[in-house]
Nanobody, 123 residues
Framework: QVQVVESGGGLVQAGGSLRLSCAASGSIRSINAMGWYRQDPGKQRELVALITGGGSTNYADSVKGRFTISRDNAKNTMYLQMNSLKPEDTGVYYC?????????????????WGNGTLVTVSW
């Protein structure tokens, strides 16, 4: 089993900052990509930022220049530094991990989500 746990959400005023963390544990053997997604009520989950194993990054246009994604491969942990937050950044942020799980002799693909962490940005 692979576990994905997010942390760092909370309430912040517009213009403030938050740092989200996502840790993958369990039988994860390798991680190809980790990403942050946001889901607003009644809408589909949308990509906020993505980072590959090689360190390539991709951001939603709405967060470019304000958010920075990073990862610690040794700890299977990913971070999202969110600066200059706006009320429209409010939502539940989910971590997604894509990679391989199992043993040295038998691996299978994994595509795992965390339970989400709530970010609320007020005026």
């Amino acid at each position: 089993q692979v576990q994905v746990v997010e942390s760092g959400g909370g309430l912040v005023q517009a213009g403030g900052s938050l740092r989200l963390s996502c840790a993958a544990s369990g039988s994860i053997r390798s991680i190809n990509a980790m990403g942050w997604y946001r889901q607003d009520p009644g809408k589909q989950r949308e990509l906020v930022a993505l980072i590959t194993g090689g360190g390539s990054t991709n951001y939603a246009d709405s967060v470019k220049g304000r958010f920075t994604i990073s990862r610690d491969n040794a700890k299977n942990t990913m971070y999202l530094q969110m600066n200059s937050l706006k009320p429209e950044d409010t939502g539940v942020y989910y971590c997604n991990v894509k990679g391989m799980k199992g043993t040295v002799f038998y691996k299978t693909p994994v595509d795992c989500w965390g339970n989400g962490t709530l970010v609320t940005v007020s005026w």
